[in-house]
């Protein structure tokens, strides 16, 4: 994809293991990266040549101003943003107040407080922004509240700063994945990755959860030039989840015959 060798990205939320893949992607394209994450001990691994780290808490403004500073600092430059960070905390209708400003603080504020401190950079190069929504923005699922009114929230926020931005030539979108090979479902599995399929198939068109190279294919697809006409808008990496409504990938019909 054109317009993407020479940039430089920030990825917070980088040593995830959707993250990773992003920073892979970007990388055989010739984008420098700079990694951005609470996990010192992950992100600091990932150093190489063109990758570079800088431990961040989004929750902090010190934190935030500190690692756009280390990106000019190390390749002189920012073009994108990849706002892969986020927090899973959720209690469902029990979740405390707390709870709701720790998930608010790091999903949807954190990522606004980095464009702030980013943004005469992206200005200056006609940068992109892509922020991460959910499948689990659009559907009631049972138990969770907070990651998916917050992952609502992200896709509104998407709109706003899509407009407000374009007058800076600053392009703003989403993906939204569905179930993706992440850090969350190797650890809900214990490592099994065919279980993770098994059980997402009957939610998802194409039978299967996302492996996370094909998210990160839909960022850089939507930072790329092929992309310099999009912005405000969301890309459902889901396999189809969504379009199935309140279908299952299963006959219904011959249940109530049986």
């Known amino acids: 994809m054109r317009g993407l060798d020479g940039k430089v990205a920030i990825v917070p939320g980088g040593a995830t293991r959707i993250g990773q893949a992003v920073v892979a992607a970007f990388r055989a394209a010739g984008t420098r990266v700079m990694v951005a994450d609470i996990n010192a001990t992950a992100g600091a691994a990932m150093a190489a040549d063109g990758v570079g780290f800088t431990p961040c808490d989004l929750r902090d403004d010190a934190q935030i101003a500190a690692l756009v500073q280390a990106t000019r600092d190390a390749f002189g430059r920012i073009d994108f943003l990849v706002n892969v960070a986020c927090s899973y905390l959720d209690n469902g209708p029990a979740s405390t107040r707390a709870e709701w400003l720790e998930s608010f603080d790091v999903n949807v504020v954190g990522s606004v407080m980095l464009m702030q401190a980013a943004r005469v950079d992206l200005a200056k190069n006609r940068g992109a922004i892509v922020n991460f929504g959910s499948i689990s923005s659009r559907v009631a699922q049972t138990g969770r509240w907070l990651y998916p009114v917050s992952k609502a929230a992200i896709l509104q926020l998407t709109r706003n700063q ?35 399929d098994r059980v997402a198939a009957p939610f998802h068109l194409l039978r299967r959860s996302a492996d996370p190279g094909e998210v990160a294919a839909a960022v850089l697809f939507l930072c790329s030039d092929e992309a310099s006409f999009i912005t405000g808008t969301d890309i459902r990496v889901d396999g189809g989840y969504t379009a199935m409504g309140p279908e299952r990938a299963e006959p219904a019909i011959p249940l109530l015959m049986a």
Do not use: E, F, H, Y
């Open 162 to 196: 899509a407009m407000d931005l374009a007058p800076d030539s600053i392009r703003v979108n989403a993906v939204s994945p569905g179930w993706t090979w992440s850090n969350v479902m190797d650890q809900l599995t214990g490592g099994d990755r065919a279980k993770t």
